[in-house]
């Protein structure tokens, strides 16, 4: 198709030689050395015409035919309105976005916009006005009760969730210093006024595994301001535990900015009350998930490895970003620390878990006092569970190894051993203690949880077909 173009007004008597232009000479010549023509119409007798001037930046309207001629789309705005009807308008922005056309070529040309112009005016009606079609708004109203209940408790504790990104300290090639290096981020909560904040273990696992000292840099935490902006600092190192996935650090804030969070309870939770978990799921700061608990003293295998005992399950929607956080009662008060979820595509199945705060009250405080969890055992190492399956040991933790110098070896604790034949003899079994049953060695460090180190207790052992009763002074356990 071509494009005819009238450039001056000629007299009526005048012939006119149209000229074709194709469609990217239209396009990218640009419509402004379009300005006028004059179209010749017959009246009723076919001696009158007139004359039509044609203003400049105007895209035609109709389509046509000449005997001689190529078809031709004739440039004029008075007869843009005029000539057409809906069925033209359809050929010429059919013509328009063909295929064929570039589409940029349309983006930028002011023939299109102004084309289009015309075609929204066309379709519109004047008659309608604004207010006719702006549908009633509704007010919004109060909420419900329970709506604005959960609003509450968000609102109460969302400036004592904070986000954290791991930090790993690296030297750079031809770079005097270090540079820091963003290593993933997750939650934490604020502990107390002193600027302690705690997360998982896994969070900041990066920095933790090239064992950084006590009071070095290992995260950046972004803490919110009343305002609604978010202030970053450097968390420095406190202590960890990697047995039981918790991490304190410190960072050097205002007092204003720190909220702590009220700690609650675990031990008397019931299945089917309320939950509430807040972190940074995706990097999405300060995001609210509604849930309820569903399942107590879970067995959570964490990412650092490690099986830890008493979890918190809920169906509240935690993703990777959530760890760290606190999950709440109905009263606002912490109950757990998200830290781990069941998928099998990375993202929330509602079947989420967190360490419970009985766990959590234990730890953190040894943590900040002295850096570590000197935590109470028997010093002896426990069979994992698929190594006892293949022994045959169905109930019970099994000793692999017993340290030479430990209080274990000195009270006669057998480990397993192979004889002379290359069979293995295995060594003694814990099944109780303090007549508290041991499953497996998951059991065993449950039970050993509830006490401290020169705790006296009585190991209830299998050792072949004997059952054995052996009095014992816990110790530090060493890793």
Same mark, same amino acid.
């Given at each position: 198709?071509?494009?005819?173009?009238? #450039?001056?007004?000629?007299?009526?008597?005048?012939?006119?030689?149209?000229?074709?232009?194709?469609?990217?000479?239209?396009?990218?010549?640009?419509?402004?050395?379009?300005?006028?023509?004059?179209?010749?119409?017959?009246?009723?007798?076919?001696?009158?015409?007139?004359?039509?001037?044609?203003?400049?930046?105007?895209?035609?309207?109709?389509?046509?035919?000449?005997?001689?001629?190529?078809?031709?789309?004739?440039?004029?705005?008075?007869?843009?309105?005029?000539?057409?009807?809906?069925?033209?308008?359809? /050929?010429?922005?059919?013509?328009?976005?063909?295929?064929?056309?570039?589409?940029?070529?349309?983006?930028?040309?002011?023939?299109?916009?102004?084309? %289009?112009?015309?075609?929204?005016?066309?379709?519109?009606?004047?008659?309608? #006005?604004?207010?006719?079609?702006?549908?009633?708004?509704?007010?919004?109203?109060?909420?419900?009760?329970?709506?604005?209940?959960?609003?509450?408790?968000?609102?109460?504790?969302?400036?004592?969730?904070?986000?954290?990104?791991?930090?790993?300290?690296?030297?750079?090639?031809?770079?005097?210093?270090?540079?820091?290096?963003?290593?993933?981020?997750?939650?934490?909560?604020?502990?107390?006024?002193?600027?302690?904040?705690?997360?998982?273990?896994?969070?900041?696992?990066?920095?933790?595994?090239?064992?950084?000292?006590?009071?070095?840099?290992?995260?950046?935490?972004?803490?919110?301001?009343?305002?609604?902006?978010?202030?970053? %600092?450097?968390?420095?190192?406190?202590?960890?535990?990697?047995?039981?996935? &918790?991490?304190?650090?410190?960072?050097?804030?205002?007092?204003?900015?720190?909220?702590?969070?009220?700690?609650?309870?675990?031990?008397?939770?019931?299945?089917?009350? *309320?939950?509430?978990? !807040?972190?940074?799921?995706?990097?999405?700061?300060?995001?609210? #998930?509604?849930?309820?608990?569903?399942?107590?003293?879970?067995?959570?295998?964490?990412?650092?490895?490690? #099986?830890?005992?008493?979890?918190?399950?809920?169906?509240?929607?935690?993703?990777?970003?959530?760890?760290?956080?606190?999950?709440?009662?109905?009263?606002?008060?912490?109950?757990?620390?998200?830290?781990?979820?069941?998928?099998?595509?990375?993202?929330?199945?509602?079947?989420?878990?967190?360490?419970?705060?009985?766990?959590?009250?234990?730890?953190?405080?040894?943590?900040?006092?002295?850096?570590?969890?000197?935590?109470?055992?028997?010093?002896?190492?426990?069979?994992?569970?698929?190594?006892?399956?293949?022994?045959?040991?169905?109930?019970?933790?099994?000793?692999?190894?017993?340290?030479?110098?430990?209080?274990?070896?000195?009270?006669?604790?057998?480990?397993?051993?192979?004889? %002379?034949?290359?069979? !293995? &003899?295995?060594?003694? &079994?814990?099944?109780?203690?303090?007549? /508290?049953?041991?499953?497996?060695?998951?059991?065993?460090?449950?039970?050993?949880?509830?006490?401290?180190?020169?705790?006296?207790?009585?190991? /209830?052992? *299998?050792?072949?077909?004997?059952?054995?009763?052996?009095?014992?002074?816990?110790?530090?356990?060493?890793?």
């Amino acid at each position: 198709m071509q494009v005819l173009a009238c #450039t001056s007004s000629l007299p009526h008597n005048a012939a006119v030689t149209p000229r074709p232009f194709g469609r990217r000479e239209v396009f990218f010549d640009g419509i402004s050395s379009f300005c006028s023509r004059t179209s010749s119409r017959s009246n009723s007798t076919g001696n009158a015409s007139s004359s039509t001037s044609c203003s400049s930046q105007l895209v035609s309207d109709g389509v046509r035919r000449d005997s001689n001629l190529h078809p031709t789309v004739v440039v004029c705005e008075s007869d843009i309105l005029f000539e057409l009807s809906i069925f033209k308008l359809y /050929k010429v922005v059919h013509f328009l976005t063909s295929p064929s056309i570039p589409y940029r070529m349309l983006v930028h040309s002011s023939m299109a916009v102004i084309f %289009f112009g015309y075609l929204a005016l066309a379709l519109g009606d004047p008659s309608v #006005t604004i207010e006719d079609v702006t549908p009633r708004i509704a007010p919004s109203g109060r909420l419900f009760p329970s709506e604005e209940r959960t609003a509450e408790l968000f609102e109460e504790n969302t400036y004592s969730v904070v986000n954290i990104f791991d930090v790993t300290l690296r030297p750079q090639l031809n770079v005097t210093g270090v540079v820091e290096i963003p290593e993933g981020n997750g939650s934490g909560v604020v502990w107390d006024g002193e600027g302690h904040i705690v997360t998982n273990y896994h969070v900041v696992g990066n920095a933790l595994l090239r064992n950084p000292s006590p009071g070095q840099v290992v995260a950046r935490v972004n803490i919110l301001a009343s305002e609604g902006v978010q202030k970053n %600092f450097e968390g420095r190192l406190v202590g960890a535990d990697r047995t039981k996935d &918790i991490a304190v650090l410190k960072v050097e804030a205002p007092s204003d900015l720190l909220r702590p969070i009220k700690v609650g309870q675990s031990y008397a939770l019931r299945v089917g009350q *309320q939950c509430l978990a !807040i972190g940074n799921p995706f990097g999405f700061d300060h995001t609210l #998930t509604v849930g309820v608990i569903s399942g107590l003293n879970r067995e959570i295998l964490s990412q650092t490895g490690v #099986t830890i005992g008493g979890g918190v399950q809920t169906d509240a929607a935690i993703n990777p970003g959530n760890s760290g956080g606190p999950l709440l009662d109905s009263k606002g008060n912490m109950i757990g620390i998200n830290t781990a979820i069941f998928t099998q595509t990375g993202t929330s199945a509602g079947v989420g878990f967190a360490i419970p705060s009985s766990t959590v009250l234990k730890i953190v405080p040894k943590l900040i006092q002295f850096g570590k969890v000197a935590r109470a055992g028997l010093n002896v190492e426990i069979a994992p569970d698929l190594v006892a399956n293949q022994l045959n040991v169905r109930n019970g933790a099994l000793i692999l190894q017993v340290l030479g110098n430990s209080l274990a070896a000195k009270v006669g604790l057998h480990p397993t051993t192979r004889g %002379f034949a290359g069979n !293995i &003899i295995l060594g003694d &079994i814990i099944i109780a203690v303090d007549e /508290k049953p041991v499953k497996n060695k998951a059991g065993l460090s449950r039970v050993l949880d509830e006490y401290s180190v020169g705790d006296k207790v009585l190991l /209830k052992i *299998q050792r072949g077909s004997e059952y054995l009763e052996l009095p014992l002074v816990l110790e530090e356990e060493t890793t």
